[in-house]
């Protein structure tokens, strides 16, 4: 009931219920109609952006700590969830579950490190945990395989009553999974957003001593915080491991995911529900462009370098490698001409263009 | 012991790098309060810069750093004044991404440029090294005359010949005087029955023969000691035999046969031996050359039989090269001729001594001085100039230093251009120690945190001790836990200051 009066407060046109319940079944029905694997399977990259951009939402966010360790959460995830399935044939949907017990456990122990410090000396010491994680699973080879990594041979189908639910042999099935993962992480946001609890994590954004003098426990909240966070990011982490069927201690715990979980956020709009899918919806596309050289096909169709030429070989071979340089551009632009994200930015302009 | 100073000693040479890299990056942040993200990365293309400068002009990289400083202090510089400057002011996170994003956008250019392929810069003087402390670290006088001995010896064989007697000479007196202090160490006669027979080799006439006998008295006195250790039998057969060579008639015969004996029993622990079997060879073959008729028959098949198995034995692909199996004595008498045309064979010297003093490696013991000197013209240049002093005064109260008329974004902009040129200097410096790579960036920006957090944000002396620190945290974990672990060592001890002591070891400021 909460909830409800709380989406009437928030001023809920029923424009918006309609237009939320209309993409939701065109989501739903998606896979129906569209069956090409390429494009389930860009859609399920979609979603993993989002989880893991609302996921970091809640504590960077609403919460302004701004963590830049996140992978750790995405690494504890999907490493427990693969161990888990690899070593002890315990099917991943029971799997994932211990990878959120874990990551609890993970977070609160970072965070009774980490939340005594504040500002920068907060991230530097996020991005310290996040290394000793990455550091311990590359060292810890007889538990995790070290820089070896782990290779998913066989996902168990999914059974219920012996019933066979699905047996992940085709996109479709992490396609709903993938969506279903979203909804929660968008919920679970829009909870945050309209709960108390939420509120306590805006003023401690706002301003943490004027939140303490309230009688608001910042460390209390600031885990609580981080667990939901966390547990999330965790969820985005397993759901990873088995789709792409591989982990290694660099691609889940390296700083660069823990970089790009934050772009996610930053380059959409920190704070705000649909920050991190604008932000998803730049970013995946952008680096699958990259990835697959249409970038620099769309470069030579501009005539500006040729195809045939030195240049064009270059830019054909090395491109596709450096689509991080692209991510570092729109950092960099983001940064200092939409400080918001681009949502505050189109805000901006149509809050320009109204008066 | 010496392990520990060891790896104190490199601690502490690698440390001085990693202050010059601490000290750039407590300067920016002392004056801008930004983090610098990229500070990593600065220090990156200062490598690959040296590596340029290197390849291309074959400028020495610890010259380069008088090219790298004043380009990289303008890189620095217009890096502040077209986006660092921008963000003065801005929320602290933004700020931390903006730099985060140009270390993406520096570490992906390179890599464009230079793929990510590892690049090595390779100098004359990479892998030196010198000894420092040697009569301090190893106060055993046995092991110290004994090296001294060893390296008197090492000297001598490749010196020239007049130059080896005395060089021999010398290194024989200092076993002698080893043995007297400690006269149950076989290692010290073996060396010396080498050293002595080596240098009869290099006389002659009496003195040769004096020489030899003595070689041999050693030699025996080791084996009553030792009687199954290869390197002493071999070497005695070695000495026997090229005492042998020297004589002639009955006296030639039965040094052979003794020499030969020798070989025999060293045989028993080492069968696999390519020096061995071919001295051996070498030693039955001149014995036959003494003899007649059957009993040289019989010896020459013996030696070939040796040859076989030194054949078998040898190290390199030389062996496939070898013809025919020899079937008739001449043949055999061609092929061991052949293959021997100098039968003195190599002396195994036993070097198995502690080693005496501290390994130290030259490019970090030059690198090191550098960073010294560099610290300390900085230094002066912060304490004693005006500019210096205007930074300073940025640095505690922007404010108050705009108020006095100090043009404080000048300031800034000459902070970041001295933090860079430092993180280019640092990576010119390390150059020559480690791979050249586009990601190696994000490892020094992680070290760059933890040395500046560990000696207080904003203070360079703190910004020196916390990389020393570092460095020697490092190299000890890496020799007491394990090479893996050493940055994990690294980062706990960093959560330990940073929850413990947040100001850093020498701050004073509030965080």
Redesign the interface.
């Known amino acids: 009931m909460k909830i409800f009066r709380n989406m009437h407060n928030s001023g809920f046109s029923p424009l918006s219920v309609i237009s939320a319940a209309a993409i939701l079944s065109l989501l739903l029905a998606f896979p129906l109609f569209v069956k090409t694997p390429y494009i389930l399977h860009m859609m399920i990259l979609f979603f993993l952006s989002i989880i893991m951009g609302e996921s970091w939402n809640i504590l960077g966010g609403y919460t302004g700590q701004?963590s830049?360790g996140h992978a750790a959460y995405f690494g504890v995830g999907a490493y427990t969830t693969m161990m888990l399935m690899q070593f002890k044939q315990i099917p991943p949907w029971f799997g994932m579950w211990a990878g959120m017990v874990m990551v609890v456990v993970v977070a609160l122990m970072i965070g009774s490190?980490c939340f005594?410090?504040?500002?920068?000396?907060f991230?530097?010491?996020s991005?310290?945990?996040a290394?000793?994680i990455r550091?311990?699973a590359?060292?810890l080879k007889d538990i995790t395989n070290g820089a070896e990594g782990i290779l998913a041979t066989e996902i168990m189908p999914l059974k219920i009553g012996g019933l066979v639910v699905t047996d992940f042999l085709t996109k479709v099935p992490f396609y709903y999974i993938g969506l279903a993962f979203t909804l929660i992480t968008i919920l679970a946001n829009y909870l945050v957003q309209h709960s108390k609890l939420g509120y306590y994590f805006q003023a401690i954004r706002e301003d943490q001593d004027a939140a303490h003098s309230l009688g608001i426990n910042l460390t209390v909240y600031k885990n609580i915080a981080l667990a939901i966070s966390a547990v999330l990011t965790s969820l985005a982490g397993s759901f990873y491991a088995i789709y792409v069927g591989f982990i290694d201690p660099p691609t889940v715990l390296g700083?660069d995911t823990s970089?790009q979980i934050?772009l996610i956020c930053?380059i959409g709009g920190i704070g705000t529900i649909m920050g991190p899918v604008i932000g998803s919806l730049v970013l995946v596309p952008l680096s699958e462009a990259l990835r697959t050289n249409m970038i620099a096909h769309g470069i030579f169709m501009t005539g500006l370098v040729s195809e045939q030429s030195a240049a064009g070989t270059f830019l054909k071979e090395?491109?596709g490698?450096?689509h991080?340089?692209i991510?570092?551009?729109?950092?960099?632009v983001v940064?200092?001409f939409m400080?918001d994200g681009v949502l505050g930015f189109i805000k901006k302009l149509t809050q320009k263009k109204m008066r | 012991m010496t392990i520990f100073l060891q790896s104190l000693i490199s601690g502490i040479l690698i440390g001085g790098v990693y202050a010059l890299i601490g000290i750039g990056l407590s300067i920016i942040f002392g004056v801008m309060r930004v983090i610098n993200f990229a500070h990593g990365d600065i220090l990156m293309i200062g490598m690959y810069l040296t590596y340029e400068l290197f390849t291309l002009l074959q400028i020495d990289p610890f010259v380069s750093i008088l090219i790298s400083i004043p380009i990289m202090f303008l890189y620095g510089g217009l890096l502040q004044k077209i986006f660092i400057n921008r963000i003065q002011g801005a929320l602290p996170q933004n700020q931390i991404l903006l730099t985060i994003g140009l270390g993406l956008v520096m570490s992906n250019t390179m890599m464009l440029v230079y793929t990510s392929d590892y690049k090595i810069l390779t100098t004359s003087y990479s892998s030196d090294s010198f000894k420092v402390l040697q009569s301090v670290i190893n106060p055993d006088k046995f092991e110290s005359l004994y090296n001294k001995g060893n390296q008197l010896y090492a000297k001598a064989i490749a010196a020239p010949r007049d130059k080896a007697a005395e060089l021999l000479d010398a290194a024989d007196k200092k076993y002698t005087e080893a043995l007297t202090i400690k006269g149950d160490q076989f290692r010290g006669m073996n060396n010396l029955g080498v050293s002595l027979a080596t240098l009869a080799g290099l006389r002659s006439g009496q003195e040769t023969d004096r020489l030899f006998n003595q070689a041999d008295e050693q030699f025996s006195k080791a084996a009553s000691l030792s009687d199954d250790d290869f390197e002493v039998l071999y070497n005695w057969g070695c000495s026997l035999a090229a005492h042998a060579a020297t004589r002639t008639g009955p006296e030639a015969d039965s040094l052979f046969a003794k020499a030969a004996d020798k070989f025999k029993t060293a045989a028993d622990s080492r069968p696999d031996s390519f020096e061995l079997f071919s001295a051996w060879a070498a030693t039955l073959d001149r014995q036959a050359r003494l003899k007649q008729g059957n009993e040289a028959d019989s010896l020459y098949t013996e030696a070939y039989e040796k040859y076989l198995t030194a054949k078998e034995n040898m190290p390199t692909r030389e062996a496939a090269k070898a013809g025919q199996p020899a079937k008739t004595i001449p043949e055999m008498q061609s092929q061991l001729a052949a293959a021997y045309g100098n039968y003195v064979h190599a002396f195994r010297i036993k070097s198995d001594g502690h080693d005496a003093g501290l390994s130290v490696s030259t490019p970090l013991a030059i690198s090191f001085a550098i960073t010294m000197i560099i610290t300390i013209i900085l230094y002066w240049f912060l304490m004693k100039t005006d500019t210096g002093q205007a930074i300073r005064a940025t640095a505690q109260d922007r404010d108050a230093a705009q108020l006095m008329g100090i043009n404080v974004r000048k300031m800034a902009i000459i902070a970041f251009g001295i933090g860079s040129a430092l993180a280019g200097t640092a990576g010119a410096l390390v150059s020559p120690t480690y791979y050249i790579f586009p990601q190696i960036g994000s490892m020094f920006t992680l070290k760059a945190f933890v040395i500046t957090v560990l000696g207080g944000m904003g203070s360079i002396f703190g910004a020196t001790l916390g990389g020393i620190i570092i460095g020697i945290a490092e190299s000890m974990g890496a020799v007491y836990i394990s090479s893996g672990w050493k940055d994990v060592v690294v980062f706990i001890l960093f959560l330990l200051v940073l929850l413990f002591k947040p100001a850093g070891l020498m701050g004073k400021s509030k965080m």
Request: aromatic fraction near 8%; proline fraction near 5%; charged fraction near 10%.
């Open positions: 701004y830049v490190i005594r410090l504040r500002g920068p000396y991230v530097l010491a991005i310290a945990v290394e000793i550091l311990s590359m060292n700083l970089v934050v930053i090395n491109l490698h450096a991080a340089l991510y570092g551009i729109l950092v960099v940064i200092l400080p």
